[in-house]
Each structure stands twice: as structure tokens, then as C-alpha cells.
């Protein structure tokens, strides 16, 4: 057949026709194929499933989706399960939580009592303190006695203002039983050396004094000097220890 009849060239483009449509079909078929093997591998990838949610001990269903090992939730399913809200304004999104039931009730919850059975810190160190002055009190007075030396009330009357003052202190920082009663001994221990002293200067008013002056013990060897040493070596160390004692010679 001739090249140039026309049957040889209707042939020829119906042959050319079946080979471009094979080959348009074809290739129409391999992109479809790629495309369920793209979905399918995205679908596998994303797995939904409804699991229970626990946000700030609130309990609620919720569709989770996990896409690439991440976790997706829906924002508002969420806001929903924490009582809470959500909001859109402008390019941000406002997600309110309110506090967790834990909190709320760490918060308001009753302060630790103190344990009355003991001393306080505060108060261990006021009592301290309190039973130094009536020792700077006493010691100066005796020491003025035993030499003889004169004895004024208004000299004596700074030493008992300071320990007073330090006994108010030990007073107001009284918190527990355990100071409460401590601060009773303390009180007496005051009693006692404001006792004595008032008796020593009106001794020296009347130059009744020299009996102390000529004897080294007859101060030391006074029934109210003895008590009120004993006293206060009783109290110093109960003190110290925090925990609270009794001993006759305070009262």
C-alpha cells in the first residue's frame, strides 16, 4: 500500500489515536493508584478514637486523634470537660481553666496548730532574756550590800524597771500552755528578787546592813537569796530545753 493513499494514512492515525489513548489511560491509572496508596498511608498515620479525659479532676469523652506520634484534641470538647471557656479574638484563641479541686482546697485549708505541750521558740528566748536582767538586777545589789556601798531606791529602780520590762516581753510572747505556765515561774522568780531587794534597801535605810558586810555567806546564807538562786538555776536550763518543768523553789 502506498504511502500516500488514503486508507494507509487513516490506518496510520487510528493506530497513533490507540497508542496515545493506552498511554493517557495508562498513566491515568498510575496517578489514581498513587493517590489511594498517599490516602491510605495519611489515614493510617491518623487513628480516631473517643478516650476518657481527666483535666483538673473533671472526667469527660473526648475524640482523640494521633497523627505522626502528636495527640489532637478538640479545644472546645476540652474547655467542655474542664468547665471552662474558650474564646476567639483576632489571630488568638483564649483557652480559661479554672483551678484544679487540689488546689482549691490546699488553699483553704486550716492552719497547723501549735503544739501547746511545748515551749515556743519566741518565748523560750523572751524567758531567757527576762531571767538575765533579774540576774543584773540582783547581782549589782548584793554586790553593793556586801561592800558596804550606798543604796538608793531610785538606783535601784532602773534594774527592776529593766527586768519588769523584760518579763512583759516574755509575757506578750506567751503562745502556748507550756508558756503560759513557764511565764507563771517566771512571774514568781520577779516576785521573789523584787522581795528581797525591798528588803535589803529599807535595811540600808535603817543601817541594818552591816550584818551582811561583815559576813561573806550571811547575804548567800538569807532562806530568800538561796530560793531565789535555786530558781533561777532551775529555770535557765528548763528553758533551754523547751519543754516545760515545775521545782518548789519557784513558787
Not at 50 to 57: A, D, F, P, Q, S
Not at 88 to 116: E, G, H, M
Not at 134 to 140: F, G, I, K, L
Not at 241 to 250: E, R, V
Request: charged share 20%; hydrophobic share 45%; with cysteine.
Amino acid at each position: 500500500m502506498r504511502a500516500d493513499s488514503p486508507l494507509w494514512k487513516i490506518q496510520m492515525e487510528t493506530l497513533v489515536e490507540g497508542t496515545f489513548m493506552h498511554y493517557n489511560l495508562r498513566s491515568t491509572s498510575l496517578a489514581f493508584l498513587a493517590l489511594l496508596i498517599m490516602s491510605g498511608s495519611t489515614w493510617a498515620q491518623r487513628k480516631q478514637q473517643t478516650e476518657t479525659l481527666v483535666i483538673n479532676g473533671q472526667t469527660g469523652e473526648a475524640a482523640v486523634v494521633r497523627v505522626d506520634g502528636h495527640t489532637y484534641v478538640d479545644l472546645e470538647t476540652l474547655a467542655h470537660i474542664a468547665n471552662g471557656s474558650l474564646t476567639f479574638k483576632a489571630n488568638r484563641i483564649v483557652l480559661n481553666l479554672p483551678p484544679s479541686a487540689a488546689s482549691t482546697s490546699v488553699a483553704v485549708a486550716p492552719p497547723t496548730q501549735v503544739d501547746d505541750s511545748g515551749l515556743s521558740r519566741d518565748f523560750m528566748r523572751a524567758g531567757m532574756e527576762a531571767i538575765a536582767l533579774m540576774r543584773e538586777w540582783a547581782s549589782p545589789l548584793a554586790y553593793a550590800i556586801q561592800n558596804g556601798y550606798p543604796v538608793t531606791e531610785n538606783w535601784v529602780a532602773g534594774y527592776r524597771e529593766q527586768a519588769a520590762h523584760g518579763l512583759g516581753l516574755a509575757s506578750a510572747a506567751a503562745a502556748t500552755d507550756a508558756d503560759r505556765d513557764a511565764l507563771q515561774l517566771l512571774t514568781n522568780e520577779f516576785e521573789a528578787v523584787r522581795e528581797w531587794s525591798n528588803k535589803l534597801v529599807e535595811a540600808r535605810k535603817s543601817m541594818n546592813t552591816g550584818q551582811y558586810s561583815v559576813s561573806a555567806n550571811a547575804l548567800r546564807d538569807d532562806p530568800l537569796s538561796q530560793k531565789i538562786v535555786a530558781c533561777g538555776r532551775f529555770l535557765a536550763p528548763m528553758l533551754a530545753s523547751g519543754s516545760i518543768q515545775d521545782d518548789p523553789s519557784c513558787h
